[in-house]
């Protein structure tokens, strides 16, 4: 089946930059999400791409695909303490129109 | 935008009730509703897929007598875990979707914590 991997864990100080990865293996995907989960919280969806797009961008959030290499990344610009949290990508394939998601990145943002 | 209610947040119970726990999409039909079970620190595994007024596609190795699914309308899907027990334990989240026209659109109530004691 689909694996969809992401590193456990980023830390990055308030006002920089934070890019957060992910690799996933099915060629057929057709869109790619990034969700944010705060703790003891369900997932708010941050932003979406369409496979056929290279890059998309979304106020301080910029995502990234490269299909050839099956690798998206989100940037967040001027990382905030607000923004701590943990970040899932996910890839939607196939006619179920399942989601698989990533293993999530702990992403902590210091002062 | 689109809003989905889950309840309730958090529930204790004894080993060996049942427990019932609700996802509500607010404004707007769902096509499918999804149900995840996600562990601490670990992503979310889904359990199963439901579609209104049919019988709910589980996931390889999760039981279906035990998760019982029901999807009465566009806008409510029900996950009762029966018979809990102490391995039940863990943050369960509904996903409810809907065409935008565009893409799926996938909206995530905010997740149900259950221990069973």
């Known amino acids: 089946g689909e694996d969809v991997e992401q590193s456990l864990f980023l830390s990055v100080r308030e006002g920089d930059s934070s890019v957060i990865n992910c690799t996933y293996t099915?060629?057929?995907?057709?869109?790619l999400y990034w969700y944010k989960q705060e703790p003891g919280a369900g997932l708010q969806l941050l932003t979406y791409i369409f496979s056929n797009m290279d890059m998309k961008q979304d106020q301080r959030l910029t995502v990234l695909l490269n299909k050839k290499d099956k690798h998206l990344s989100l940037r967040i610009a001027d990382t905030q303490t607000g923004d701590s949290a943990i970040y899932f990508c996910?890839?939607?394939?196939?006619?179920?129109?399942?989601?698989?998601f990533g293993t999530g990145t702990r992403l902590q943002v210091t002062l | 935008g689109a809003v989905v209610s889950q309840h309730p947040s958090r529930v204790i119970c004894k080993s060996g009730t049942s427990v019932k726990i609700e996802c509500r999409s607010l404004?707007?039909?769902?096509?499918?509703m999804f149900w995840y079970r996600q562990f601490p620190k670990q992503s979310l595994m889904l359990m199963a897929t439901?579609?209104?007024?049919?019988?709910?596609?589980?996931e390889q190795g999760v039981e279906k007598d035990k998760f019982l699914i029901n999807h009465a309308s566009l806008t409510l899907s029900t996950l009762t875990v029966t018979s809990a027990h102490p391995e039940d334990s863990s943050f369960y989240i509904c996903?409810?979707?809907?065409?935008?026209?565009?893409?799926?659109?996938?909206?995530f109530g905010s997740g149900t914590r259950l221990t069973v004691v």
């Open positions: 099915d060629s057929s995907s057709t869109y």
């Open positions: 439901s579609n209104e007024g049919s019988k709910a596609t589980y």
């Open positions: 404004d707007f039909q769902a096509t499918t």
């Open positions: 996903s409810a979707s809907s065409w935008t026209g565009s893409t799926y659109g996938y909206t």
């Open positions: 996910a890839d939607l394939t196939g006619t179920a129109s399942k989601l698989t």
